[in-house]
């Protein structure tokens, strides 16, 4: 049976090990233990697992501005997918985000990256043609 449950940095090694073994996903200074504890105190109980015999399968970040939300990586195992896992995961993000008012939500996916696009097209998101983004990093954070 799966479950699925509010992330704590309880979960982190299993989270992180999630993202290191998963292909598409980028890790960087922002994902170190840390941030991710400030990422979740800054967005309390927005962040889930998904669970099966006591071992996360999946998993899901998910933080707001106030004004629109953001996602990011959305995670599960290949031997659990297409079980509506990340269906679910998105879904409580989601009933946060609206809970607080909050009624769009942005994510990245790495260019190239097809399956994810597949993935979230598939899911009703739409892919941005109007706007790029560009982003600033000041010196000493080159890997945030």
């Not at 989270?15 to 922002?30: F, Q, Y």
């Not at 697992?49 to 707001?64: F, I, N, P, R």
């Not at 097209?121 to 600033?136: A, H, K, V």
Request: aromatic share 6%; hydrophobic share 35%; charged share 25%.
């Amino acid at each position: 049976m799966i479950t699925i449950r509010s992330m704590t940095i309880n979960d982190y090694e299993s989270v992180i090990e999630l993202m290191r073994n998963t292909p598409g996903i980028s890790l960087r200074d922002a994902d170190s233990r840390e941030s991710t504890a400030r990422y979740l105190d800054r967005n309390p109980d927005m962040s889930f697992v998904a669970e099966a015999e006591g071992a996360v399968c999946g998993c899901v970040m998910c933080g707001h501005d106030g004004r629109r939300g953001y996602l990011q990586h959305l995670i599960v195992l290949p031997e659990y997918r297409r079980q509506g896992i990340a269906h679910e995961l998105v879904e409580r993000c989601l009933q946060c985000l609206e809970a607080l008012g909050i009624y769009k939500c942005h994510l990245d996916v790495l260019k190239g990256n097809e399956a994810a696009g597949r993935y979230w097209s598939g899911q009703g998101w739409t892919l941005r043609e109007d706007i790029d983004r560009y982003s600033m990093v000041r010196q000493g954070g080159e890997n945030t």
